[in-house]
């Protein structure tokens, strides 16, 4: 072989290492996408004049439920609920069309579900990706917990149930509010060898099973009831990885250092009416958002130390389901109206039109904000000005789902991917592209 073909072929392998990298970079693997934080390495399409075809490139039923779509590579992976059964269904991102499906048998909310069946039904969890394996991990509404094979068609690796192994009891009863139980609703995380759960067990908050075999690992020293929310959040104090997440008790921090693993850092009570908090905590360095409506109204910024949480401002602009993104010195959040704060001291900035319940958003790589929300709004709005001081829309298309719009929206491969809780999952373009 020549020097020249020698060169021609190490610049081909190079070639195609850097377009695998960028590939893994656009995916959406994890709940809130790849670095857990609503911030997508993708742009978001905008022309300067157009944005987004009204008419999407694929739609597909996936099933009931509020539990996110991810996407890997060239395939969209969802979680949902039909004829008594679970779905796992992995979609073509290109056209939508199924690659391979697998289901179990379940309720359609967990035994112990109570409050608010006509808003939601199936699972809401959102599916987690382990590269290093091609595993995927789903959790259902009543406590179906599963691995599946990616490589292998689906093929389920291990299986348990939280309900059976654990023994969460119902939620209790909060205050004058009617009682809400909605089963398991926390996307579980990989963090290395294991994977990690918000179980709510009388003998473990959060439970760590080894990602390979389910065999449990761990548990947290803390022992609260599970919550009502999106996910957990990975944040490092004072050097060290810990975990953060929403119980029904409060926020609960717990480290994840070996010898240290599930030892409390910190805990801040939050117990709201109807036992939720949807949006997921924040986290930015070594602080924390959390927010919620019913009975608290207010979004607070928590610093964490290893002797627990310092507050340091609450400012009254709450969100109910919506995870606050935080980007350049500022917080986006879309709930109940389209708003901007500023970061160190949560004043606001800006402030959008009015939207509903559902809402989640995402910030893209050149500066625009995207918006699922309502029952089917899409929304693009420019947050490029360093100092900007008034809401910017770019486009809007309405219209796009018959149901409300809990799951989060998704953004990848320069495709934007829109369920409703219905399960009608749809991917829309960039009128750029063909």
Partial sequence: MSALTGSLRITCFSLVLLSLMATQADDWPHWRGSRRTDISAENSGWTGSNWIDAKPRWSVDVGDGASSPIAVGSHVYTLGYRDEKDIVTCLQAANGGTEWSMTYPTRQYGRNATGDEGLYSGPTSTPEFDSGTQWLYT?????????????????????????DDYRMPQRAKVGRSGRRDYGYTTAPLVHGEWLLVEVGGPTGTIVAFDKRTGIEQWR???TGVAGHTGGLAPITVEGISCLAVMTFDGLLVIRL???HQGKTVATYPWITDFANNIASPAVQ????????EYNHKVICKLRI????????????FSSKTCTPVIHSG???VAWNRIRALDWQTGKLLWEGPAIGDAGSCVVTKDDKLILWANRGELILADIAVPEQSAYVELSRVSRLAKSDVWPHVVVAHDQIYCRDRQG???????????
């Fill in 424 to 434: 009608q999952l749809a991917c829309f373009g960039s009128t750029k592209r063909p």
């Fill in 257 to 259: 250092d070996p010898g």
């Fill in 305 to 316: 130390t290893l002797k627990g949480a310092e507050k340091l401002w609450e400012q009254p």
């Fill in 139 to 163: 959790l259902g509404a009543d406590g179906d917990l599963n691995c599946w094979d990616t490589a292998k068609r689906g093929q389920r690796v291990w299986q348990r149930n939280l309900y």
């Fill in 220 to 222: 947290s020293e803390a």
């Fill in 285 to 292: 360095d070594d602080c924390v958002l959390i927010t919620s």
């Fill in 330 to 332: 500022r917080i986006y």
